[in-house]
């Protein structure tokens, strides 16, 4: 092999993981936004507390289980599902007990980036 021929393989292995990155960084990016708007209402609940006590104290994560009844996971982040259409329109208009966020509090760049994240190959 040159040492054109290498340093081509080279040049291409570095550009594509920069692209990769790019991908994670918005995945990553949009996970900071989740855990601080979605979480405290979507997070994953363990069993709760002296056998149960709490467990179903999140509002999404339960009003979820009560809707699919463990056809899909009820918490959002095991979901495989989720498209971005979907997201997009809950979060702006709400939905039933899911109260609607302002683009003053989640900008459109950190709701793609939630996106990004909730709809990332599983
Ligand atoms: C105040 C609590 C609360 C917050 C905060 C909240 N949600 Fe929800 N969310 C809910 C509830 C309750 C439901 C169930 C609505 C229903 O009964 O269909 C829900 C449903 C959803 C659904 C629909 C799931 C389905 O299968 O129908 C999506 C998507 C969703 N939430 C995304 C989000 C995202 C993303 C965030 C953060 C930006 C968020 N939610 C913040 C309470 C909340």
Redesign the pocket.
Known sequence: MSKLTIFCFTLIFFVSGVQAQEITFAQASGKVV?DK??T???GRVAGGLFGGFGANDL??TS??GV?YKGD?PAV?EDRTD?VPI??RT??RNG?????I?RKTE?SDAELEG?IAY?TQPR
Do not use: D, E, Q, R
């Open positions: 989740f708007w979605c405290p209402c979507h509002p999404g009003a979820l809707k899909l959002l989720l979907y997201i809950v979060v939905l039933y007990g899911m109260p966020s989640i939630i909730l």
